[in-house]
């Protein structure tokens, strides 16, 4: 099981990223991907998740209106398109895969796969 991101780096504030986190080694129709974040003395704390099968998404608070998250089943990649980034968005950015729990809302949970995590900085 792979989860390989790409796509962080460093923005002023008011810039735009995409990361992209391209998944191999489980069927990808069966999991929820999604994007965490952890800043320095802080915990990790879920940004956006989607389920790839329906596209139902979940989005933080402190991101919705400003990150857009979508999947491309066909290269098995999910996409986080981060705008208007500000100087508290800088973190280590984690891509994860959960086994969907058809029962439950679609959410950032436990997950069951980690990728390695891009870091983001936003200037001010």
């Known amino acids: 099981v792979q989860l390989v991101e790409s796509g962080g780096g460093l923005v002023q504030a008011g810039g735009s990223l995409r990361l992209s986190c391209t998944a191999s080694?489980?069927?990808?129709?069966?999991?929820?991907i999604g994007w965490f974040r952890q800043a320095p003395g802080k915990e990790r704390e879920g940004v956006s998740c989607?389920?790839?099968?329906?596209?139902?998404?979940y989005y933080a608070d402190s991101v919705k209106g400003r990150f857009t998250i979508s999947s491309d089943n066909s290269k098995q990649t999910v996409y986080l398109q981060m705008n208007n980034l500000k100087p508290e968005d800088t973190a280590v950015y984690y891509c994860?895969?959960?086994?969907?729990?058809?029962?439950?809302?679609?959410?950032?949970?436990?997950?069951?796969?980690w990728g390695k995590g891009p870091p983001v900085t936003v200037s001010s």
């Open positions: 080694g489980f069927i990808f129709d069966e999991y929820t």
């Open positions: 989607i389920n790839s099968i329906d596209d139902k998404t």
């Open positions: 994860g895969a959960e086994y969907i729990i058809r029962t439950r809302t679609v959410g950032c949970y436990d997950m069951n796969f």
